[in-house]
Every structure is written in structure tokens, then in C-alpha cells.
């Protein structure tokens, strides 16, 4: 379902090692057959089907999706723009968290605490269109007080929360 949240746990799943090891195969290759997971786990296929159920179940596999190079999609420039509020309501904070979050290249959308109340990671195609996202559809809200703006040169993706 596109648009739709992940199930949220109640709190820490317990996790054997036959869990981890599929979870592994998962985060290395999403389209992975039930087969070749199984195989990389050490379990009947059967078994991985009912383990890998259970994981979407548990809300622990919140999804599984395509990465998109923006870079091949003529968006290579990356930035973090910083955006400060002016005024808190809750209402008004969710609508624009979720205005950041359907802009166009917008990548990933942080709400968080501290000096800064969103961090929005965007991909375009150049320097005029990064100056027309933020003029034309983040400065232009009225809860927006700044924003600042930092170029990205480079983009690794983290080891993740596995152990191992």
C-alpha cells in the first residue's frame, strides 16, 4: 500500500539466530527467493516462509523497496536543509511534516529536537532548482522562520541495527 505506515512494535522483538540470519539476507537482497533465504539461514523453506510471515507480522520487516539512484534520474546534487519554526502548534506541524515530506526529491524528512525542529534530505538537479525547492515551497510556509541550507558530496548508507 503506497503511503501506508509500518506496523509499530510494542517494543523489542525477541530474535533467535535463524532470525537474524534471515534478516540479513532481507537488508542484502530484498528480492531474494524464500529459497535462497532459506538456504543463507540454515532452515527448511517452510519454516523461512513462517519466520519471514512472523517478521512482517511483528513489525519487525516494516517493508521491503527499490532503491532509486537520483543521480540516474538527473537529481545528483544532495542537500540537508535545516528548517527552524516559528511557532509550534501540533496540528500545523504535522501538515507541514507532511507538505516536507511530498515535496518533489525530497529524500528523507527528519522531525526532530534541539535548534532545528525538521532536517529535509533532499536530490535535485542543480543549484537553480535547490534555490526554487526552498523559495518556493519551504520558505513560503508561514510557520517557517529559517532555514539553512548544507551541500552533500557524498552519501553512505550506515552498517543498520543488525548485530554482527
Do not use: W
Not at 527467493?33 to 527448511?44: L, M
Amino acid at each position: 500500500m503506497a503511503g501506508a505506515q509500518p506496523k509499530k512494535t510494542q517494543g523489542p522483538v525477541a530474535l533467535d539466530g535463524t532470525d537474524l540470519a534471515i534478516l540479513a539476507a532481507l537488508v542484502e537482497d530484498g528480492r531474494a527467493t524464500n529459497a535462497a533465504i532459506a538456504a543463507r539461514a540454515g532452515v527448511a523453506e517452510s519454516t523461512c516462509a513462517y519466520r519471514v510471515r512472523a517478521l512482517r507480522e511483528s513489525g519487525v520487516v516494516a517493508g521491503v523497496r527499490a532503491r532509486i539512484s537520483p543521480e540516474a534520474l538527473g537529481r545528483p546534487l544532495h542537500a540537508i536543509i535545516k528548517v527552524r519554526l516559528g511557532s509550534h502548534n501540533r496540528e500545523h506541524v504535522h501538515h507541514l511534516y507532511d507538505r516536507l515530506a511530498g515535496l518533489p526529491g525530497a529524500l528523507t524528512v527528519f522531525h526532530v529536537g534541539g535548534d532545528d525542529d525538521f532536517l529535509l534530505h533532499v536530490a535535485v538537479a542543480g543549484p537553480e532548482a535547490l534555490r526554487d525547492l526552498i523559495l518556493e515551497h519551504v520558505t513560503v510556509h508561514p510557520m517557517v522562520r529559517q532555514t539553512e541550507t548544507q551541500l552533500v558530496f557524498e552519501v553512505r548508507e550506515g552498517r543498520g541495527v543488525l548485530p554482527g
